[in-house]
């Protein structure tokens, strides 16, 4: 699967616009990018998945770059319950079983009043 | 649904016992994946089952570790003899397997070793 590159950590306001940047400059073009998160003491959590257009459902929208080397998060209206470590992973498409999924070191998130 | 179910939640032993961790998935997700997570090399995929099949074991660490999937409603992760650098937290996770699915995880067994 390609390398994914994060920043280490972000911080955002209550109530303002998350943008998670994640750089995958060796995606292939037949992996998707997933992103997850894991709040505190949990498990992760799904997100967002794409392959080259852009997404959007109830939890965030996911932009991904007309070359595909690199896509964004969005959490539109970040609440402290955000405040996670979220993952952008790269992953090969599936034939009808599940492909690897493999965790980077994501970026920290840190919601604040 | 109640999700993946994993047990036991938290497990204390000493090293060179045998730990067995339990993990329950989602019915008919026919796709599952174990996982390490420690602060030094954060979230390990270990091993990963299809239709109950293992597909990759390449994140095993050795020999002390096996996992098994003796149907699609169970799967067992076994650690004999343990070792203090064991200590972690284990993540099980399935996926219906289909094109390009979400996995979900369950919340974890957290194993400390003495």
């Known amino acids: 699967d390609a390398k994914t590159t994060q920043p280490p950590s972000m911080d955002c306001a209550e109530g303002r616009a998350a943008n998670l940047p994640c750089n995958h400059s060796t995606i292939s073009g037949n992996e998707y990018v997933y992103w997850y998160r894991q709040i505190h003491s949990q498990g992760p959590q799904y997100i967002i998945h794409g392959l080259k257009n852009n997404e959007t459902n109830e939890m965030a929208s996911l932009i991904i770059t007309e070359d595909r080397k690199s896509s964004t998060l969005i959490l539109p209206h970040a609440t402290l319950r955000d405040t996670a470590v979220y993952y952008c992973i790269v992953r090969a498409r599936s034939t009808g079983t599940a492909s690897k999924l493999t965790f980077g070191t994501g970026t920290r998130l840190q919601v604040t009043l | 649904d109640a999700g993946v179910i994993q047990s036991p939640r938290h497990e204390v032993t000493e090293m060179g016992q045998e730990v067995t961790l339990r993990c329950k998935p989602i019915s008919g997700h026919n796709s599952l994946f174990w996982y390490r997570q420690t602060m030094m090399r954060g979230l390990e995929l270990l091993i990963y089952f299809n239709n109950n099949v293992p597909i990759d074991d390449s994140g095993m660490p050795e020999d002390r570790f096996s996992a098994k999937m003796p149907n699609a409603s169970f799967s067992t992760l076994k650690i004999q003899p343990s070792e203090p650098r064991d200590s972690a937290v284990y993540f099980c996770?399935?996926?219906?397997?289909?094109?390009?699915?979400?996995?979900?995880f369950g919340q974890g067994t957290r194993l400390t070793v003495v």
């Open positions: 996770a399935s996926s219906p397997g289909q094109l390009n699915t979400e996995a979900f």
